[in-house]
């Protein structure tokens, strides 16, 4: 099949065109391109010959495009013909990406999000995030309310311009918006056996204009919208309601009742909560009202009531990162949730979800609207009186059996240690940024961290592995996300350039142009609908019992895709002091970075119990590399020969 097929019926959001479906004979080519640098490392260590090596899997190619090739594209453009959005959503990605994967969402699936500090909150409140001690219980505060009733307020207004057609933004991303931003609310991943499923939006549900605030582990269901105008109650009225429902929470407390955490529950194996999910639900009525409370409420606002406290200043950060990834212990948690607002008692907030509605780009356009404006300034009445908005809000109660108890103390054994094992931090890289790389280097930000997160890898490990970064495929309706293979033959030849100290100065820069103009049109290949490994993998899915193929047998093809350093850019990150997920491999890094005019973060996340890697040793890494390009590029004629 030689051609680009793309099905012309008009897609569900106007303006944005299918998905394509690639040429296999161009994904094919670029395949074998992708394999060079395996094989030219293979051959350096004393393996097989590039050219053997590679000849074998030009007839590979060649075979498989002739037989069972062509039979499967055909199938899989059939099967776009059949889908509502495109083949690649509707029937592999979620799946296979997603909702088949059995290994706990906590750390090693969600997504999280650091918010900047509010510079109308008293300063006062933020320095009580630095003490001797590693954690203090101190109790929900007033700001943390006002912080977290503004953060809600402002996120449910970014909904409801989706909702109500207000958004007129008409450019390809605001479509793309259009259609993704709502797949953020009102939804849950359910846990499953083999494979979870993805809660279907239900606007009839007693929940659809309510939030779940979790304190002290209770949970409570609220409702945030105004029947009559359909929009939420506001900033002010939510904060009633939030301290209402905190003093309650604070009553139980001084009666001695202690809250039920289910919730740690959800960080469990997918297939362990399954089954205690139906167990639950089978031991009271009452549970599995709160459940659907849970699962179809617009989202979770988290309270902490304890402040997970650094030693220094320094060291500030790194707590307020673990604070939003997995809280106290995975405590006061629903990490099923699309999306998680998490508010502590020193105000530093951030957000939390879980990865398959949408990818982490929405989520942080979310909450950038929401932290444009900062908490309105004032003082803080404290002469609220309890229960004075009772009837708007209702605790959502548990009973359990002696199997759920168990349950509880296991996944909360489980959760440590997946957080105690988590070596994850940030860290910003202030010397230069994308204003320099763009405008006086003249080369692309993105590809010039990415060469330089790859020397780093080389430089920590002494070999090459296949590297993984994200592109949205945002120009599409119903648009995910497709592989960027950021070590390609020019990436390989310039990490080595630069490790070899007898080359050229004028051969390590051109290298590094090359491999940086190789890796933009990699790029943009990606994020045209060009790109290889959605492609190969709908075509693999596609096979029948007893078809089969060299092209997949292949130990290589599973080889090139072994995302030891799995990478992910989003904004400028203005607004965010970090960002973080988990690595993919046990031995390899899981990397978020936010690349700003003036400054790059980098949220980076690996585990202390494997020993061939080291989150602070790869970041040092990292920044040397950036360093040494800096200098690299820093020539007066080098520069000047760009201008």
Not at 5 to 27: A, K
Not at 155 to 184: A, C, H
Not at 514 to 519: G, K, L
Request: proline fraction near 3%; charge should be negative; include cysteine.
């Amino acid at each position: 099949m030689s051609r680009l097929y793309t099905d012309r019926r008009p897609s569900q959001t106007q303006g944005l065109s299918r998905l394509p479906i690639p040429r296999l004979h161009d994904t094919l080519q670029r395949y074998l391109a992708s394999l060079e640098p395996f094989l030219l490392e293979d051959e350096a260590k004393g393996g097989e010959s590039f050219q053997d090596a590679m000849q074998r899997r030009v007839s590979w190619a060649e075979q498989f495009e002739k037989d069972i090739g062509s039979t499967l594209q055909d199938r899989l453009i059939e099967l776009d013909k059949s889908s509502p959005n495109n083949w690649l959503d509707d029937n592999f990605w979620l799946d296979k990406a997603y909702l088949e994967w059995r290994a706990p969402l906590l750390i090693n699936s969600n997504w999280w999000l650091v918010f900047k500090h509010d510079n109308n909150i008293p300063v006062e409140c933020i320095r009580g995030a630095i003490g001797k001690e590693n954690s203090v219980t101190e109790g929900v505060t007033p700001w943390q309310i006002r912080r977290a009733s503004w953060l809600t307020s402002r996120i449910l207004d970014y909904k409801e311009q989706f909702e109500s057609g207000n958004d007129k933004d008409l450019s390809r991303t605001g479509l793309w918006l259009q259609n993704t931003v709502p797949r953020m609310f009102n939804i849950c991943r359910i846990p499953e056996t083999g494979k979870d499923r993805l809660l279907e939006k239900c606007p009839d549900s007693p929940y659809y204009k309510t939030i779940v605030v979790m304190v002290h582990e209770w949970m409570y269901s609220v409702n945030v919208y105004d029947d009559n105008t359909r929009k939420n109650v506001g900033f002010q009225e939510i904060e009633r309601r939030i301290r209402d429902i905190v003093l309650d929470a604070q009553g139980r407390l001084s009666a001695g009742e202690k809250a039920i955490a289910v919730g740690l529950l959800s960080s469990d194996d997918r297939d362990v909560w399954a089954t205690n999910r139906q167990h639950l639900m089978r031991c009271d009525p009452t549970n599995q009202n709160s459940l659907r409370a849970i699962e179809e409420s617009v989202l979770v606002l988290c309270l902490d009531d304890t402040t997970l406290k650094a030693v220094s200043p320094e060291h500030e950060l790194r707590s307020h990162l673990h604070a939003i990834r997995s809280g106290i212990e995975a405590r006061n948690r629903w990490f099923d949730k699309a999306i998680s607002v998490i508010v502590d008692p020193c105000t530093r907030a951030g957000m939390m979800g879980e990865h398959s509605p949408v990818d982490a780009l929405v989520p942080s356009i979310v909450a950038e609207y929401a932290l444009v404006d900062e908490v309105p300034a004032g003082e803080i009445k404290s002469d609220h009186q309890p229960n004075s908005v009772r009837n708007k809000w209702h605790r959502l109660d548990w009973f359990i059996d002696g199997n759920i108890q168990t349950s509880i103390l296991k996944a909360h054994e489980s959760a440590l240690a997946a957080i105690e094992d988590s070596d994850d931090d940030v860290f910003w890289f202030s010397d230069f940024g994308s204003d320099w790389i763009k405008n006086t280097a003249r080369l692309s930000p993105d590809g010039f961290v990415q060469l330089a997160m790859l020397l780093a890898w080389y430089r920590t490990q002494g070999s090459f592995t296949a590297t993984y970064e994200t592109a949205l495929t945002r120009l599409y309706h119903h648009g995910r996300t497709e592989t960027i293979r950021t070590l390609s033959r020019k990436s390989r030849a310039f990490v080595l350039s630069m490790l070899n100290a007898g080359e050229s100065r004028a051969t390590k820069e051109a290298n590094l142009r090359s491999a940086i103009h190789s890796h933009s049109v990699l790029t943009r290949e990606a994020a045209t609908g060009k790109g290889i490994d959605r492609h190969l993998l709908g075509l693999r899915l596609l096979m029948k019992d007893g078809e089969k193929s060299d092209l997949f047998s292949d130990e290589l093809f599973g080889r090139s895709q072994e995302w030891k350093l799995s990478t992910s850019g989003l904004s400028a990150g203005a607004y965010f002091r970090g960002t973080g997920f988990g690595s993919t491999y046990h031995d390899g890094y899981g990397i978020n970075y936010l690349l700003g005019p003036n400054v790059i973060k980098f949220g980076i996340e690996s585990k202390y119990s494997c020993k061939h890697t080291s989150t602070s040793q790869y970041w040092e890494a990292i920044r040397s590399s950036l360093m040494e390009m800096y200098m690299l590029l820093e020539g007066q004629d080098s520069l000047r020969a760009h201008l």
